[in-house]
Nanobody
Framework: QVQLIESGGGLVQAGGSLRLSCSAS????????MAWFRQAPGSGRDFVAVISLSTGSTRYASSVEGRFTISRDNANNTVFLQMNSLETEDTAVYYC????????????????WGQGTQVTVSS
């Protein structure tokens, strides 16, 4: 099992920044990629970004590319999501996920999920 705990969410004005963290514990050697998804009220869970823990390769949703940056600290089993130039449309619960390699953008391959952290962007 892999346990994931997100932190760093909160309320921010449009144009501001937040940095989310996802700390992994347990059988972390069983995962290759870690990703961020988000879910707004009444919507499905959407892909945001993914990073390969071994190579550092990344993939982003078009809606966040150029504004968000995913990074990892393998020594501390932590993945970050730096979010800049936030927009009201970025308001959602953000989830961390861990799974196999392949930089997948859909939820199916990801076996482990955190509880989520709320990000609210006000106008």
């Amino acid at each position: 099992q892999v346990q994931l705990i997100e932190s760093g969410g909160g309320l921010v004005q449009a144009g501001g920044s937040l940095r989310l963290s996802c700390s992994a514990s347990g059988r972390t050697f069983s995962t290759d990629d870690m990703a961020w998804f988000r879910q707004a009220p009444g919507s499905g869970r959407d892909f945001v970004a993914v990073i390969s823990l071994s190579t550092g390769s990344t993939r982003y949703a078009s809606s966040v590319e150029g504004r968000f940056t995913i990074s990892r600290d393998n020594a501390n089993n932590t993945v970050f999501l730096q979010m800049n130039s936030l927009e009201t449309e970025d308001t959602a619960v953000y989830y961390c996920a861990a799974g196999p390699g392949g930089l997948h953008w859909n939820t199916v391959p990801y076996r482990y999920w955190g509880q989520g952290t709320q990000v609210t962007v006000s106008s």
